[in-house]
């Protein structure tokens, strides 16, 4: 039929291949085959059954997102769909991989739904800050009820074949999708099934449209954490016209609203940072064909915060792991406090039951750094000083065996000097998790000077298999994601010198939309653990070390810039705490003034812009969706904001660059005078995405 798709004829079975390598994308070709093969199967006499299926490795996986912006190819999907499901002669689906987005729409467009056992089911739109456009929204609540109906639209979670099964949205599990698919389809015309169009049938959407309450209370959990997101509202609605609204009146506004948001701020930023996320895992500067090494065994040295959670990374990937600590005491205290975290996870329904067990039992708590002797790859998570971690990585070059991966989880220290302590610099570089590990999806991978691209590689490797997300960045004090936090911690603590309290700051960063300001997010982390890394580099912080010398360490003592009473982890604004800083700025000759929520987002914000267009220049990051990658995963960037180099591109960097030197002359703070690329790009009027491009093409 076409070079995409494919129809071979079993008898009276017609087999609709779609072959579209990598992943069978419904580009224009595609759905142009699959409409036309589906016509012409229905048209055709000696055709009784219908199977749709796909070669490699997925089933139609989605859209192809490549088109969205260009002028729509006919057949649109919604032709496609409705090709489909008016077919007189029953279409089976015969799903493995996945089906996703559009790819899912295609399939409930059929009459019937196989799937095989290791298939994942899902309308992932939400996550490009969309909504689904060709029916989804309308026909998967009918056909596994509305309750995981809209938490399945506006999560965007997909979910696997058992659970397909069990809800209705499969009809049976199979072994392989083309031969089961076929199977199926003869069971169908020997039993003489009744096609089922879910658009005609309204069975399970019954009791919801008497008690709307079952509905309002789904849609309600579903979007619990969805704060300043368009698209899971909207999804929501689009769902709940399921109830009221007719079948093809509801198609064409949930059209109207995909195209509204399509051509929308927010999804703009959510297909941007869907992109970068692509483009961080790939490295320059590697040779081609270099290949990651064997890593079976892993160690992780240090029970503590960090170290705890890097091994429930790799627990909750089903992957065995050595945790090493220097004595029972420690290590007893880590293990408690993951299994503590593990059933607190099951208790809420995030993991199985049985789940803590069997993820406690891949991981074997030991005290001695020999135990690292049969690793592939040892990854170091102790305290953040320098004389520590030399310590410690002089002794692995003792205990590591040849060919292991020695990896430092510093969140700012020099790996070129950790590597230069050992006999093997080749096989060092950083694996920075973000806290806490086990949640947090971020791991910036360091590359040292002497770093082999193997060992690159491989660390790239494994932090996509333990479900992170890598970007691999340069050494310099604080990479990448740190190094942008210290120019807005620096510009925060000359806030509160200034004339602002910690809870003012805080209240302008969440506004914005990040999880959490810097005061707060300093005293979860814990405030000991910078002052520690402050003496450590000969760092002073008047009002931050003033607050833990006063044993003010944050939420482990109740008290750090907020007050937390009862257990509660709720921040309450502290008068100490106001009385503190001004005593501090009376002690230094500093006179306080009134400071603006404007002013207080543009010292947030603006200055890591620049330091950011810095760690481009000096190519600590490759690209600037690199660091956008890194903020969205690590520090909770909110996404319809794209990342800080993206939102830099929005606002205009012109705008910034004035707005940074404005604030260098009125405070006399030269660190926030516009950084030279910045300034550069911002007299040409062009952008970091522009620049970006550029620099590419010459490459």
């Known amino acids: 039929m076409s070079e995409v798709v494919r129809v071979e004829r079993h008898d009276v079975i017609a087999i609709v291949t779609v072959d579209s390598p990598p992943v069978n994308a419904l580009s224009a070709a595609v759905r142009g085959g699959i409409y036309d093969a589906v016509r ?65 729409e295609v399939a409930l467009g059929c009459h019937f739904r196989v799937a095989t056992k290791d298939a994942r089911l899902g309308l992932p739109e939400v996550k490009l800050g969309l909504i689904p456009g060709a029916g989804g929204t309308q026909r998967l609540p009918r056909a596994v009820g509305p309750e995981l109906g809209v938490k399945m639209v506006v999560t965007g979670d997909p ?7 069990k809800h209705g949205l499969i009809e049976e599990v199979i072994e392989g999708p083309a031969s089961g698919g076929e199977a199926f389809a003869r069971k169908v015309l020997a039993e003489k099934r009744p096609v089922r169009r879910l658009r ?31 698209a899971p509202l909207a999804c929501a609605e689009a769902v709940s016209w399921i109830f009221d609204v007719p079948f093809d009146e509801a198609l064409k506004r949930e059209r109207e609203t995909f195209l509204r948001l399509v051509a929308g701020d927010q999804s703009r930023a959510q297909r941007h940072a869907f992109f970068a996320e692509r483009e961080a895992a790939k490295i320059d500067g590697v040779p081609e064909g270099a290949r990651p090494r064997k890593v079976e065994r892993v160690a992780i040295i240090g029970a503590g915060t960090m170290g705890g959670g890097i091994a429930m990374s790799f627990a909750n990937a089903g992957i065995p792991v050595t945790l090493i600590e220097t004595g029972e005491e420690q290590l007893k205290r880590g293990l408690g406090i993951m299994q503590k975290n593990y059933e607190a996870t099951a208790a809420r329904g995030g993991i199985p039951a049985d789940a803590p067990a069997k993820r406690m039992a891949l991981i074997n708590g030991v005290v001695g750094l020999e135990h690292v002797k049969d690793a592939d790859l040892v990854i170091e998570a102790v305290f953040e000083t320098m004389e520590i971690k030399k310590e410690v990585f002089t002794k692995l070059d003792q205990y590591a065996k040849p060919g292991a991966v020695l990896a430092s989880n510093t969140s700012y220290l020099n790996i070129n000097d950790i590597a230069a302590i050992t006999r093997r610099p080749q096989d060092v570089l950083g694996m920075h998790f973000f806290s806490p590990a086990n949640v947090m999806k971020l791991c910036e991978i360091v590359r040292a000077a002497k770093t082999a691209p193997d060992v690159l590689v491989t660390a790239v490797a494994t932090a996509k298999r333990i479900a992170k997300v890598p970007a691999v960045v340069g050494v310099c004090d604080g990479f990448v994601g740190n190094r942008m936090l210290a120019a807005r911690s620096k510009q925060a603590e000359k806030l509160l010198f200034e004339g602002a309290l910690p809870q003012q700051v805080d209240a302008v960063v969440t506004k914005f939309g990040l999880p959490m300001g810097p005061f707060a997010m300093g005293d979860l982390a814990g405030l000991d653990i910078g002052w520690r890394s402050r003496k450590d580099r000969g760092i002073k912080s008047e009002i931050a070390d003033a607050l833990c010398e006063a044993g003010r360490f944050g939420q482990k003592t109740a008290k750090g810039y907020y007050k937390y009473e009862g257990g509660s982890r709720a921040p309450l604004p502290d008068p100490e705490v106001e009385k503190l800083i001004e005593e501090t700025c009376a002690r230094l000759g500093i006179q306080r003034r009134a400071i603006s929520d404007d002013e207080i987002l543009e010292r947030m914000v603006y200055p890591m812009i620049n330091e950011g267009a810095r760690i481009l220049a000096e190519k600590i990051a ?78």
């Not at 009784?48 to 729509?72: H, M, N, S, Y």
């Not at 979910?159 to 099964?165: D, K, Q, T």
């Not at 909770?636 to 606002?651: F, H, L």
Request: aromatic share 8%; net charge negative.
């Open 200 to 230: 005609d049938d309204d069975s399970k959407i019954a009791a919801a449209r008497a008690d709307r309450s079952i509905f309002t209370n789904a849609a309600a959990a579903a979007n619990k954490r969805n704060r300043g997101l368009e």
């Open 622 to 699: 490759a690209r600037p969706g690199d660091i956008d990658v890194i903020w969205l995963y690590g520090y909770g960037w909110p996404v319809y904001r794209g990342g800080p180099m993206y939102y830099a591109d929005q606002v205009g960097l012109k705008h910034i660059a004035e707005r940074l030197a404005f604030h260098a002359k009125q405070t006399g703070d030269a660190s926030l005078e516009p950084a030279p690329l910045l300034k550069e790009l911002a007299e040409k009027g062009e952008t970091f995405a522009g620049w970006a491009k550029a620099a590419a093409q010459a490459a």
């Open 40 to 104: 012409a199967a229905g048209a055709d006499p000696q055709v009784q059954a219908i199977v749709l299926t796909c070669a490699g490795r997925t089933f139609i996986a989605g859209a192809d997102i490549t088109e969205f912006g260009k002028p729509p190819k006919q057949p649109f999907l919604g032709e496609v769909i409705a090709a489909i499901e008016n077919c007189p002669k029953p279409v089976i689906a015969a799903i493995h991989g996945t089906a996703l987005g559009g790819g899912l």
């Open 159 to 165: 979910i696997g074949a058992a659970e397909a099964l």
